[in-house]
């Protein structure tokens, strides 16, 4: 995924960039950058966060660098912002998102004249500066930002910055957020809406699909007006987005605990406890044990003193044991209990399996699962959501195949969607077979939708339904 944070103030702006962006830590596990702009001119550090946070990282550039506006970013893969020379002057780039169709755009722009690329360690080019290499083919840089969310197919959300302000786009169905913060003789642009709340800053609004923006120090103006059509990631609730987060007007945290209690409403488990994976699964824990009336217990805490979440491996195998070595038994709370743990998802599978066995280990009864989302049938293709290379890497989609065979047409793959087929049935008793619980339910599609309280076509749905 990835975060950014940007702030036009008529005075030094480090102190809010540097918080705000680090406010974005959860989002993102490679890579950290601020760009700022100042009576010297643009200034630019970007370094690895794998290994220690941006607090950490970028100490020593927040005492050096000065500037009125300035842009940061945390991000998955790609190293950000980029300061750009071009037709339009020198900017400052940032984006968020996920590029389909860069090998198309990229041969095209070759045809036009471009040089070259650079590559990043995996080979791919950088898609932030193939994005700017985009917004460069147009006269004026409104409309060359107009044009990359028209271009790109996938999801962009970025900031540009110049001399005259930062410009901020969201995209073009508005998969991603944007917020506008404001205080005295200052505005912010943030991904994530609590970012700025600790800084002084007083919300002002969400930009809307497609929207383009520019700030200032002394104000906000839309340059172009918002679209209709809105597909924002469902997936920012129920697992990305910070408890604190609020998107669309719908706060994360709540968003959570109405999932967990219409879970219980429909569950017939009768477990000692129940508990939620760390972190993101708490809230939807809590909310079924109070509609339950089950009480709600931590069997195992999460370390977080040297291990956030920001700290994780981009090798799969890797990112398990790290996960596993961060969950620290309560053996009190676990030797001859009857449990029922809930986590966001379960993609892989391979995490929830260890957790359940290190929990028998531990002198556990039984382990039921219960997914706050429904099963993952389809890789997301719009962004960043898991490292996965083939939807045959999710443990639905391998379940499937091991029933009908390789090659499912994706009318079958509806019917395994559908919560009251008989395919459905029989595909959740195999994955629970596999992962060896002692039960499991998956969280419904229509209870999760209702969970979040806007309409419904608004939200993507995607990985799980296959519906654009």
Request: negative net charge; proline residues 5%; contains cysteine.
């Amino acid at each position: 995924m990835g975060g950014f944070f940007g702030v036009a103030a008529k005075e030094d702006c480090l102190f809010d960039l540097f918080f705000g962006t680090d406010y974005h830590s959860h989002l993102g596990t490679r890579r950290g950058g601020m760009a700022v702009y100042g009576e010297k001119g643009f200034d630019r550090a970007i370094h690895n966060i794998e290994n220690a946070p941006f607090r950490t990282k970028f100490d020593k550039d927040m005492q050096e660098m000065k500037g009125h506006l300035g842009i940061g970013c945390i991000s998955d893969y790609e190293p950000q912002p980029l300061i750009v020379r071009s037709h339009h002057g020198t900017y400052a780039i940032t984006t968020v998102g996920k590029i389909n169709n860069s090998d198309e755009i990229a041969k095209a722009i070759f045809d036009k004249g471009n040089a070259h690329f650079l590559e990043m360690s995996g080979g791919d080019i950088n898609p932030t500066e193939l994005t700017a290499a985009i917004i460069n083919q147009k006269e004026n840089l409104i409309d060359g930002i107009h044009y990359a969310l028209e271009l790109i197919d996938g999801s962009l959300t970025l900031l540009v910055m110049t001399p005259k302000g930062i410009y901020a786009a969201r995209d073009k169905y508005g998969r991603t957020p944007v917020s506008i913060g404001k205080k005295e003789e200052a505005y912010c642009i943030s991904f994530e809406s609590f970012a700025y709340l600790n800084l002084g800053y007083q919300p002002v609004r969400e930009l809307g699909p497609g929207e383009i923006v520019v700030a200032t120090p002394d104000g906000v103006k839309t340059l172009v007006a918002p679209g209709k059509d809105m597909k924002i990631c469902t997936f920012l609730w129920v697992y990305y987005g910070y408890p604190s987060s609020s998107y669309e007007g719908t706060s994360v945290e709540k968003m959570r605990y109405e999932c967990g209690k219409r879970m219980a409403r429909r569950d017939n488990a009768k477990p000692d406890i129940v508990a939620g994976v760390p972190d993101s699964g708490t809230a939807h824990a809590v909310g079924y044990a109070n509609e339950s009336g089950i009480p709600f217990s931590r069997p195992f805490i999460k370390y977080t003193p040297t291990w956030p979440r920001s700290f994780m491996p981009t090798i799969q195998s890797k990112r398990n044991l790290i996960a596993k070595m961060k969950l620290i038994p309560v053996h009190d709370l676990i030797k001859d209990k009857s449990l029922l743990l809930i986590d966001d998802s379960i993609v892989r599978g391979t995490q929830m399996r260890e957790t359940t066995e290190f929990l028998y280990q531990s002198g556990a009864k039984e382990v039921h699962i219960r997914p706050a989302c429904p099963p993952l049938l389809y890789g997301c293709k719009y962004l960043n959501f898991s490292r996965s290379n083939s939807d045959m890497d999710l443990i639905a989609r391998r379940v499937i195949a091991r029933l009908e065979g390789e090659d499912v047409p994706n009318e079958v793959l509806q019917e395994y969607a559908d919560p009251e087929s008989e395919k459905y049935e029989r595909m959740v008793e195999e994955i629970r077979k596999e992962l060896n619980f002692t039960s499991l339910r998956f969280n419904r599609l229509d209870d999760m939708l209702e969970a979040v309280g806007i309409e419904p076509c608004k939200l993507c749905t995607y990985c799980w339904d296959g519906k654009e």
